[in-house]
């Protein structure tokens, strides 16, 4: 079975500052993870993915992310936040080798602070 | 080009009733997805249709819901009769592709729907 933990449901940054929502998973195999997006009144967008090739994922907005087996951990930082980047985040998982269902997290609605 | 389009955006209904929430597809994706949130909680499968069949509903919580893909176009999701529990949003997503990693999957903005 595979599963993803969000730490933090909140989370409030200073614009300019560096942004960082953590997200760790667990999978019996090496798993393909992601990082969406949900602006108010919209529909989930994709961030980036993880999907076996390089583990330092970059994705739209400049957002980044880093695969690290070890720490069973897909952390998605931005180094400067912008207001605009106030949404709600989602990490999710897939099993490679079973079915097709996206596992997500809880998510985490981040805050910028002018 | 339209994305995934879900009606109504927000639903309010009273325990007992029925509610039928609709998803069109972005036109010629083949695959349908609908997940589900519960407040606060995570965004959790419900089903995959491939056109108009029924490729896994593992996620479907009981037998008030029913869900359909007519002619493989739109699909509906019915809630008969809705409970406290079934409140939540509920978004569907489709994709022209099966198989992994699914980058091709695009989602509606979601169904918000109260049960009071």
């Known amino acids: 079975a595979q599963s993803v933990t969000q730490l933090g449901s909140h989370v409030s940054v200073s614009e300019g500052a560096l942004v960082l929502l953590r997200c760790n998973y667990s999978?019996?195999?090496?798993?393909?993870l992601f990082w969406y997006v949900q602006y108010p009144n919209q529909g989930l967008q994709l961030l980036l993915k993880?999907?076996?090739?390089?583990?330092l994922v970059k994705g739209i907005n400049g957002f980044e992310a880093e695969f690290k087996k070890s720490e069973t951990s897909f952390h998605l930082t931005k180094p400067s936040a912008h207001m605009s980047d106030a949404a709600e985040y989602f990490c999710a998982v897939i099993n490679p080798g079973g079915n097709e269902k996206l596992t997500f997290g809880t998510g985490t609605r981040l805050t910028i602070i002018p | 080009e339209a994305g995934v389009t879900q009606f109504p955006s927000h639903s309010v209904i009273e325990k007992g009733q029925t509610v039928t929430l609709r998803c069109d597809p972005i036109?010629?994706?083949?695959?349908l997805y609908w997940y589900r949130r519960v407040m606060g909680k995570e965004i959790k499968f419900l089903l995959h249709f491939v056109k108009e069949s029924k490729q896994d509903e593992s996620g479907m919580p009981n037998n008030r819901f029913l869900a359909e893909r007519t002619g493989g176009t739109y699909s509906t999701l019915k809630v008969q009769p809705a409970e406290l529990e079934d409140s939540g949003v509920y978004f569907c997503a489709s994709s022209p592709d099966r198989g992994l990693p699914n980058e091709k999957l695009f989602f509606g903005s979601g169904t918000q729907l109260s049960v009071l």
């Open positions: 999978s019996s195999v090496p798993p393909y």
């Open positions: 993880y999907t076996s090739a390089a583990t």
């Open positions: 036109s010629g994706h083949d695959n």
